[in-house]
């Protein structure tokens, strides 16, 4: 079992580049499928999920090959249309390649899809709005077989504004004659990045970042190159270990534009935010100030994805903190964690009611997911002494050696191999 070790107490300083967003890359890759040429892909992140990822296109024919900081992926071999079982189970974004293999196969046969234990995260709304679209889909045996064979353009409405679903759905129209419209779409910048990124390889979409996202069928997608945007998530978590430790970082690489919820709730907030260009200076030397009230909400709303992250500083914080967690019922694992190293947070239902405390103190801490693994990190770099992460292959999801980035600030962090 791997762990992170970490000697609490030391500030952040430094610059660091930011990765590109796993939350971009994963419905990018499933694309591929659709293209008859090969795709290099730019800043290519090596974590454990874009990595299972091109497991899977592998699975289905595909050749990849990574290079240093790109990957290339030749897709004029993919043949085949079923999903291996044990790759599935690791990774939710497993489900995004069925739109794509029915677009291209007018079949497929995936399994459910697996990734973190957040809570319910049906893929009703993936399947409701293929079936709008003329897909006929059995859930049997713990398999989805589709057939896609009377697939036609027309009009979906997605129930809730759902990315998993709004990017299946784009995927699975690229290739319908005539012009799809997708009603109620979620508006993150990963869904922008696959319209652009198809886009770029021929596809005809309008609309992404909107509620209306329209397709305009075309008869096939080329190769070519692509890099994705960087990984707001990350961002949003190195910003508010420097406001939880205090010192002064710079984020190179950086669209603020899609943190702004975060940069909004961290107002006023005992710390200086300069942005130039694509770089953010955070400037933090005070004890941070709780915030009277967030709720995480779709995109431009505040990410559930950084909710464990600001409740750990504002486990620190001068005074008290709600924060509602609107999208996942049992997003709130981190707590009993967090209360581990002195925490004082009170769980009802969706709420959290946060009582600042001037000092956390280490201890030995379990990550049960990828998100509230790294607000444990976090909690561990400003608790007194020694704290030890365990099971850190959650945050090895979503960050690229977590720990160095963490190092390069100045971070007394290492990673550990325990029996």
């Known amino acids: 079992m791997q762990s992170f070790f970490i000697c609490g107490g030391n500030k952040l300083m430094g610059e660091l580049e930011v990765q590109t967003s ?21 800043k290519f992140p090596k974590f454990e999920d874009t990595l299972t990822m091109l497991k899977i296109l592998e699975s289905l024919g595909a050749r990849t090959y990574i290079y240093e900081n790109d990957v290339k992926i030749e897709c004029e071999s993919i043949t085949n249309h079923e999903i291996p079982v044990d790759l599935a189970s690791k990774i939710r974004s497993s489900i995004f ?10 079949k497929a046969k995936v399994p459910y899809p697996g990734g973190c234990a957040i809570g319910a995260r049906p893929i009703d709304l993936h399947i409701k709005g293929l079936k709008q679209l003329g897909a006929k889909i059995i859930d049997k045996h713990g398999f989805l077989y589709c057939d896609g064979s009377n697939m036609k353009s027309g009009v979906v409405n997605i129930d809730f504004p759902s990315v998993g679903a709004t990017e299946n759905i784009i995927l699975a129209s690229v290739f319908l004659k005539g012009r799809t419209k997708i009603i109620n779409c979620a508006k993150e910048p990963e869904i922008v990045d696959l319209a652009n990124f198809l886009n770029s390889m021929g596809a005809k979409i309008h609309g992404a970042g909107d509620s209306i996202i329209e397709i305009e069928g075309v008869e096939k997608l080329d190769g070519g190159e692509y890099t994705p945007i960087t990984d707001r998530i990350i961002a949003g978590t190195y910003i508010l270990a420097t406001l939880i430790c205090g010192g002064d970082v710079t984020l190179k690489n950086i669209n603020t534009e899609h943190i702004q919820s975060l940069m909004h709730n961290l107002k006023n907030n005992c710390c200086k935010m300069i942005v130039k260009g694509d770089t ?10 709780a915030i009277s009230k967030i709720e995480t909400q779709p995109y431009p709303g505040f ?37 581990k190293l002195g925490a004082d947070i009170l769980v009802n ?15 030995n801490v379990t990550c049960q997911d990828l998100r509230g693994g790294a607000g444990l990190v976090l909690a561990g770099l400003v608790a007194k002494g020694y704290t030890t992460v365990d099971d850190v292959f959650h945050i090895d999801r979503g960050y690229y050696h977590m720990e160095k980035d963490l ?3 100045g971070a007394n962090i290492e990673r550990i191999t325990k029996a």
């Open 22 to 42: 796993k939350n971009a890359v994963l419905p990018i890759l499933a694309g591929c499928i659709l293209c008859d040429k090969d795709v290099v892909l730019h």
């Open 280 to 289: 953010l200076r955070v400037v933090a030397n005070k004890r941070p100030k």
């Open 303 to 339: 990410p559930t994805d950084l909710q464990p992250q600001i409740m750990s500083m504002l486990s620190i914080a001068r005074g008290t903190s709600v924060v509602v967690e609107n999208l996942f019922e049992s997003r709130f694992k981190h707590v009993g964690e967090l209360k």
């Open 97 to 106: 390649s069925l739109g794509a293999i029915l677009s291209r196969f007018k």
């Open 407 to 409: 190092q390069q600030l």
């Open 349 to 363: 239902d969706k709420t959290a009611i946060i009582k600042g405390k001037s000092m956390l103190y280490g201890a």
